[in-house]
């Protein structure tokens, strides 16, 4: 049971606002709502519910917690509507946050169950990084579904976070893990509410880094992250994350560059350049020359920061530790400067810095 925290003073808003959009999700409502319960976070808590035209009992299930959690001292505030249809998950989640008030906001989806140290050592994070959105690492449920993606999600080193979101089919930190600053979600927000088949946590993602935004994980297990086949994730086609992130890319990274080469990449090198707009498609050249004392046929082994080429840019697709990667390189002509489309990218070797890997798709492999 969760400590009693001290409660909000009249006026005054709770630290951390729970955000739970819920449509259909009685099957998973009682884990969800206990984990909220069992939360070790002492600070001040309210739980923030939007049913988005729910059929089944999942309102029952709300209404049966609300006074269990109120007596713990988390605030309970539910709102939504009785449409025949749900209006999605961007306009629930944007719903869920107008009415709630905490000075934090951690994003839960209504499938899902939290650790209990989970708001607790987010909330740290993210009061050190203000501009950042804060991850976690998860536990697939069931045991052993999308074995490839779940190593995705837990083992992506801190720099892979920000060199893989040009080409990754989501956030480089899932948004069932999502953690930040209201005063930050305000800035970069809302999230787009157009609805099923819409990647609203990947367009709010990329304009996050449009705005300079930071990407943190805490590396600890604090979620419970459900597979199953009703999952809204399902609903976002493939074609639509690869039109975003074609765009995106060519938005952010190829303008500086004035040349690059897609080399071994196979039907995903084909495809990338048919995406292409014709100005970008008008970038592409030879494959640079190989450094001797690099070897090519090594790239895949090789660290992401340390992929051998002398310079123009190059796509290579491999594999490591079992997972198929794409590399998007630019190298500079003379100066070998690497694209800044992000601040903290700076941080990587200018000579020839990775601005994308490929991750497996959203739950799917």
Known sequence: MRRLGNPAGPGQPPLVSV??????????????????????FEGTMELSVFNDASKDKSMTIIEKWKPKLEGSGILVVVGGHDSPSPRGVGYSKNQAIAQSSGAYLCFLDSDDAMMPGRV????????????????????????GSTERYTRWINQLAPPQLLTQVFTAHGPTVIMPTWFCSRAWFSHVGPFDEGGQGVPEDLL???????????????????????????????????????THRVRFLEERALPSWTSFTIWNAGKQGRRLYRSLTAASRRKVGPAPAPDPALPLPSLPALP???????????????????????L???GGSGEAQAARSHPALQSCPATLRPVCEAGPHRGRV
């Open 328 to 330: 998007l390189l630019r």
């Open 204 to 242: 709010f993602f990329y304009q996050h880094l449009r705005k300079g935004g930071g990407v943190l994980r805490v590396d600890q297990t604090l979620l419970l992250y459900r597979h199953h086949p009703h999952a809204a994730t399902h609903s976002v086609l493939e074609t639509t994350i690869w």
């Open 120 to 143: 607790r050592l987010q909330y740290e994070a993210a009061v050190q990084h203000p501009t950042s959105i804060i991850g976690c690492r998860v536990r697939r449920d069931p045991p």
């Open 304 to 326: 992401s920061t340390q992929c051998p080429s002398p310079g123009g840019g190059l796509l290579r697709r491999g594999r490591e530790q079992d997972q198929e990667r794409l």
């Open 19 to 40: 955000i739970l959009p819920v449509h259909n999700a009685d099957l998973w409502l009682d884990e969800c709502l206990e984990s909220v319960l069992q939360q070790d």
